[in-house]
């Protein structure tokens, strides 16, 4: 996740903020025009707070075996949240939550405002094609997810910065810090704004595509389930239970999620490392990457990859079981997804 692949499909504070995208994606837009705005925001920012403060303590353990340097005496999942919980008790798995938190209305706004265009217009522009269900599904979900995730990085990134630095705090001789206004102060004060937005390529590179990748995959896996179980677009006509349509979500979510880990790990690797360097510390993605391959191999570059992909596979899932109840709750008469 970035989805991040990924995500999406992709760190949890960037899953908070595409989760009310993906929302509206799996929403008939039809069906957005008749919901419940209040208790949709509502309670939806309410429930994904919630999933957010479950899932929040695996960012901090991926981005710490991220940055973790040769001798570093951490070297899997575990073993990094053992070490925080001894050291800093349960706070040490929310290091910078509060940031993560603040920087969410401005994403989600923009996120919002991309996606009503963009979601509409890519259904329409693959139309004409002839394409199958399945192909739609991929290419125009794919289309809309990269589209929103592009112009949501100028509130993604900066929030990134901070919150990766407080996350890594003391942790392999990176420095300590009060807060997050503490991290900007002394980002800006030794880089400029420019410093805020370290590694905006690579968020580029890897936030797009994981959303991309994340929304393909599961648009194509979901409808491939749900034909091989004889329902595919005509499952309408036969009204599969609730649990049903959840469960086959649900495993499209987790086929999504190991898609985009899979495709979008390294560059999320290589990423983290060149936002939590310090000002005396810089290093080009070429010499990032050589580092990290000198260290461990190839595999160097997929660090983190169980927490990430679990983190998206989780997202995703917990968007989808979140979506079943609050469109219950929100529309006039409840619909089944597409």
């Not at 981005?63 to 925080?84: D, H, P």
């Not at 990269?146 to 990085?153: E, I, P, V």
């Amino acid at each position: 996740m970035s989805p991040q692949n990924e995500i999406c499909i992709l760190s949890s504070w960037y899953y908070y903020q595409i989760c009310i995208y993906k929302l509206c994606v799996l929403i008939k837009f039809t069906q957005f025009c008749r919901l419940d705005k209040t208790k949709f925001y509502v309670v939806g920012a309410g429930l994904f707070t919630g999933v957010t403060v479950a899932l929040y303590p695996v960012s901090v353990v991926k981005t710490r075996l991220q940055v973790a340097t040769k001798g570093a005496v951490e070297k899997n999942a575990y073993s990094v949240a053992k070490g925080l919980l001894k050291t800093d008790g349960i706070p040490g798995l929310y290091k910078g939550f509060g940031t993560v938190i603040t920087g969410a209305i401005p994403a989600r706004i923009i996120f919002m405002s991309v996606l009503e265009t963009t979601k509409v217009y890519a259904f329409k522009m693959v139309k004409p094609f002839g394409l199958s269900e399945t192909t739609q599904a991929a290419v125009a979900n794919g289309f809309a997810g990269m589209t929103s995730s592009l112009f949501a990085q100028s509130v993604f990134v900066p929030i990134d910065v901070v919150s990766q630095k407080l996350m890594v705090q003391g942790y392999s001789g990176h420095a300590q810090y009060s807060g997050g206004l503490d991290v900007a102060r002394k980002i800006i004060r030794s880089d400029g704004i420019k410093g805020l937005y370290r590694g905006f390529g690579l968020s580029v590179v890897t936030y797009a595509p994981s959303s991309a990748v994340w929304w393909a995959s599961y648009g194509s896996s979901q409808r491939f389930i749900w034909r091989f179980l004889d329902q595919g677009a005509k499952h309408d006509e036969g009204t599969p239970s609730v649990l049903k349509i959840m469960l086959v979500q649900a495993a499209g979510g987790v086929i999504a999620g190991a898609t985009a880990s899979c495709i979008t790990t390294p560059f999320d690797t290589i990423k983290t490392r060149l936002q939590v360097m310090g000002h005396e510390n810089k290093s080009s993605i070429k010499q990032v990457t050589k580092a990290l391959i000198k260290e461990d191999g190839w595999k160097g570059l997929y660090r983190g990859f169980g927490p990430r992909f679990f983190s998206m596979s989780a997202w995703g899932t917990s968007m989808i079981l979140t979506y079943e109840y609050l469109s219950k709750i929100s529309l006039p008469f409840h619909s089944k997804f597409e």
